[in-house]
């Protein structure tokens, strides 16, 4: 059973249509969320982390929230170049250290 | 330029044959990670050394053997895999195990075991 849910599993935007990524967990104790980037044939690329409910990071056109049980990554007037599988990843206050939880990204999709 | 670097990037072996995985990390970074990513899976621990010392193995065949000389390199030694091995593997890095320390990946190595 998968720790970590992703959000659609696809998502296809026009360029500039804003849109939202999710991420929901069920780890006992949260540590950190994190949020990365994986282009094709390439290893992920860190973005975020976020360590308690309400906090909120940005970066460009990215911003990821965090509640309780679930993230958002936010993604404001997209464009192709955003095109990527965005990955989110947990680490559980009970799990030994250094092993995130990965979900199975959602893979969006940018088209001019 | 990554900070960590993987060799090679593709490498196809038969299921007899022993190879290799390369790593290194130019971050300064004393925990170093393995971790392996399947098709429509996600992302998996396989092995974390913490100053060059094996910390976890996620439960990884034999047939997988780490090894780590110092915090800056770290190898995958593959010997008689299956084809279900074939997959991603991406080494990582972050400044120690703890909380709150990001993990960095690198580019990965795609392994086709035939």
């Known amino acids: 059973e998968d720790q970590v849910t992703q959000s659609p599993e696809a998502l296809r935007l026009q360029e500039g249509e804003s849109s939202s990524l999710n991420c929901s967990y069920t780890?006992?104790?949260?540590?950190?969320l994190f949020w990365y980037r994986q282009d094709p044939g390439k290893g992920p690329e860190f973005l975020f982390t976020?360590?308690?409910a309400g906090e909120e990071k940005e970066k460009e056109r990215l911003k990821a929230t965090l509640t309780k049980k679930e993230s958002f990554l936010h993604i404001t007037a997209p464009k192709p170049e955003d095109s990527a599988t965005y990955l989110c990843?947990?680490?559980?206050?009970?799990?030994?250290?250094?092993?995130?939880?990965f979900g199975r990204g959602t893979q969006l999709t940018v088209w001019p | 330029e990554t900070g960590v670097t993987q060799t090679p990037r593709h490498l196809v072996m038969g299921m007899t044959n022993k190879k290799s995985l390369k790593c290194e990390q130019h971050l300064g970074h004393n925990a170093m990670y393995w971790y392996k990513q399947s098709a429509k899976k996600p992302l998996e621990l396989m092995f974390v050394y913490n100053f060059k010392e094996q910390t976890e193995n996620n439960s990884v065949p034999s047939r997988f053997s780490p090894e780590c000389p110092n915090s800056s390199h770290l190898f995958l030694h593959l010997h008689t895999l299956q084809p279900e091995d074939s997959a991603l593997y991406l080494c990582?890095?972050?400044?120690?195990?703890?909380?709150?320390?990001?993990?960095?990946f690198g580019e990965g190595s795609w392994l086709t075991v035939v």
């Open positions: 990843a947990v680490l559980d206050r009970g799990s030994t250290l250094g092993r995130l939880y």
């Open positions: 990582a890095s972050s400044q120690d195990p703890g909380p709150g320390n990001t993990i960095y």
């Open positions: 976020l360590y308690s």
């Open positions: 780890v006992s104790g949260l540590r950190g």
